[in-house]
């Protein structure tokens, strides 16, 4: 059974899509036509010229992706309570970002998160094993998201078959790598202020609408998301609409493997490279820190609003769960069919539902090109100058080097695209996050916080936590063996959860304490410098200024 085509109307999202479009890349063009695009500093950072409140507003838009947006409001009507602790995990993790590495990190790097890797280590190996993490992280990171644009916009505009996705994954990697070659950090930074605005206001406006129809009391909502999915004929099992308020009716019988998946988000956005490179888009360390107090607002909001818009739709949608689930994109459709039925269907629920599409499809572009920009970032500053070049490399050649990867990382993502398209989202993110937490997330405090750390310490941290929680999740049952897993019918799995990071971030730390005690200590002059200056920001102007 296809619904699709009774949800609005594909030409108007068409519309609202294209318009978005043109209105973005206007923009672009408009606020890079006086920058130096052959400039290193202007291609990767915006030669550091953001305000603290406009980078925190960047920060939301890349952070808040499709997985946020479509994958909790539908966890929520599903799961009630139990899918709302996503949403608790990911702002969380904003705290650990906030107090222990926005500021120093600032202070400390110029362009990646290798050059605080690398600061008072031996450059090559420390800068070699960041970047392959860096890639790895972006790759899996971008796979989400170009996944979630196949499914998403052929739920809108009712494109059936292989074909017409695997085309819009293509579309997406196109208008991707417009972005960034046309805008570099500057444009890319644009497109995510512009696409926060749109997405926490659009879900704003709506969660204000949800509670306006039950006299803004946010106890009736639930008590009728309850009342309609306990209809044996709207939930997806008997007394659906009891399971959503009690805690845990979802992870109670693992609460082990919640734990594993609790520690993947909450210590996984300290490590994601996207997020770190945009602390170096504004000129001082305080601005830095007010960034992230502004992108806590806002992202803490917008999941506030994830919850009403969650229950919203298991209250509003006619026929519950079991019509949210006869979509293509099943609990990914339930923000979408929440707009088409918010104003009772008809023309007012499609221009609402082409509107709240466009937004998603914001989403996803903006996400992606953040992606984008920091693997080539990775790419060029650390593997090509720094690792092939002995940090030599004219800075014009750099930047040549960087839009050139954009194209290549543009295309694997393509590529990869049109593989994952039919893999779960949320399993993808969670992925990311996990590698981020392990491989990233120890070297990185260790760096800043530990006067002992060394060069093995921080190879070992990296390589270590890389590879186990790639092997973890390679052996776990989101990969083989289960109902949701990626090969349901093989059955190779001997890792009991699906996200590994209770094992693999204590190995990342473990490896690096090893690493570290089993060798000499390295560059105290290095060591000296880079305590004072990610405390206090000494030097750290020079050092975005050359």
Excluded: C
Excluded at 21 to 30: D, F
């Amino acid at each position: 059974m296809n619904q699709t085509t009774q949800l609005g109307n594909p030409l108007v999202n068409i519309a609202i899509f294209a318009l978005f479009v043109v209105i973005t890349l206007t923009v672009v063009i408009r606020v890079t036509s006086g920058s130096n695009k052959k400039s290193a500093s202007s291609f990767y950072t915006g030669n550091a010229q953001f305000s603290g409140r406009q980078n925190g507003f960047a920060i939301a838009g890349d952070y808040l992706s499709a997985a946020s947006f479509l994958g909790i409001v539908g966890a929520i009507a599903y799961s009630g309570y139990d899918g709302l602790l996503y949403s608790i995990g990911f702002l969380v993790a904003w705290l650990v970002a906030l107090l222990l590495v926005a500021e120093p990190l600032r202070n400390t790097g110029k362009y990646t998160m290798a050059d605080v890797l690398s600061f008072r280590m031996r450059q090559k190996p420390v800068r070699l094993a960041a970047a392959i993490s860096t890639l790895a992280v972006s790759f899996f990171y971008l796979l989400a998201q170009m996944a979630g644009a196949g499914s998403l916009v052929s739920l809108l505009l009712g494109l059936r078959g292989e074909f017409a996705q695997n085309g819009i994954v293509v579309l997406v990697g196109i208008l991707m790598i417009a972005y960034v070659l046309i805008g570099g950090m500057k444009g890319t930074t644009w497109v995510q202020m512009i696409k926060a605005v749109l997405l926490i206001a659009g879900a704003g406006i709506m969660s204000v609408w949800v509670l306006a129809m039950f006299g803004f009391n946010l106890s009736e909502v639930m008590g009728r998301a309850v009342e309609v999915n306990n209809d044996p004929a709207n939930g997806l099992v008997a007394q659906a609409g009891d399971k959503l308020l009690p805690p845990m009716a979802k992870y109670g019988s693992n609460p082990v493997g919640f734990i594993s998946l609790s520690i993947a988000l909450v210590l996984g956005t300290a490590g994601l490279p996207h997020v770190l490179m945009r602390f170096y888009t504004v000129p001082t360390a305080k601005e830095a820190r007010r960034s992230v107090t502004w992108a806590i607002g806002l992202i803490g909001a917008f999941y506030l609003f994830t919850l009403v818009l969650g229950f919203g739709a298991a209250a509003l949608i006619p026929g519950g769960q079991q019509f949210i689930d006869s979509l293509p994109g099943k609990v990914n459709a339930a923000a979408p069919a929440l707009a088409y039925f918010l104003p009772g269907g008809g023309t007012g629920g499609t221009i609402l539902l082409a509107l709240i599409a466009g937004v998603a499809f914001a989403t996803i572009l903006a996400v992606v090109a953040g992606l984008t920009i920091t693997a080539s970032a990775s790419f060029a500053h650390d593997i090509y100058n720094s690792v092939m070049k002995d940090g030599n490399a004219d800075p014009a050649q750099e930047v040549k080097v960087a839009r050139m990867t954009v194209i290549v990382i543009g295309a694997l993502a393509i590529f990869g695209g049109v593989f994952a398209k039919s893999m779960n989202i949320a399993f993808l993110v969670a992925l990311a996050f996990a590698v981020a937490a392990s491989a990233n997330l120890p070297s990185i405090l260790f760096s800043l916080y530990w006067k002992r750390f060394n060069t093995r310490g921080s190879v070992w941290s990296i390589y270590g936590g890389l590879i186990s929680a790639i092997v973890l999740i390679i052996f776990s049952p989101a990969v083989s063996g289960a109902k949701g897993a990626m090969f349901p019918t093989m059955h190779f799995a001997w890792f009991p959860y699906d996200n590994p990071a209770l094992v693999s971030v204590p190995i990342g730390f473990l490896l690096g304490i090893i690493g570290t005690l089993t060798s000499k200590p390295e560059f105290p002059e290095r060591q000296a410098e880079m305590e004072v200056r990610s405390m206090t920001g000494a030097g750290a102007e020079k050092a975005i200024a050359h």
